[in-house]
């Protein structure tokens, strides 16, 4: 039998330069979201006369979901995996996590006032959402 070699991995150059690719990324995700997609998203949200609430939950959650939303439809239709799901599965189950988490921490000390009715309404389409897959 031979002998088996560790696998190579990456040096402390190139970990240096994908951490400082990474970081840089993260920052021009960030640069481009203010100033292009929030403002673009406003100005659709007042031509088409929403509200904020409404504006959040369709325009926002739209944008914010389209790299899913392509990755899926990659993955369905030119590479025919399975990808896409288990994309958006587990992008949403994250995404609730992390707004929940979000939404204590924020009101820490405070109390956390929900409009009943808009409460209502993203649980039963969420619902609606899961049931439907």
């Not at 929030?38 to 944008?63: E, F, H, I, Q, R």
């Not at 921490?105 to 049931?131: C, Q």
Request: net charge negative.
């Amino acid at each position: 039998m031979g002998e088996e070699s560790e696998p190579e991995t990456a040096s402390i150059g190139m970990w240096i330069f994908l951490i400082c690719a990474a970081l840089t990324s993260f920052w021009a995700q960030a640069t481009v979201t203010e100033e292009r997609f929030v403002p673009t998203l406003n100005v659709v949200a007042k031509y088409l006369k929403m509200s904020d609430d409404v504006a959040g939950a369709t325009l926002m959650a739209a944008g914010a979901s389209s790299p899913e939303l392509f990755s899926a439809f990659v993955a369905l239709f030119i590479t025919h995996t399975t990808l896409g799901m288990g994309t958006i599965i587990g992008s949403e189950v994250f995404n609730q996590l992390i707004i929940c988490a979000g939404s204590v921490g924020e009101a820490a000390g405070n109390k956390l006032h929900l409009n009943k009715k808009i409460l209502f309404r993203e649980i039963g389409s969420y619902t609606i959402a899961i049931l439907l897959l």
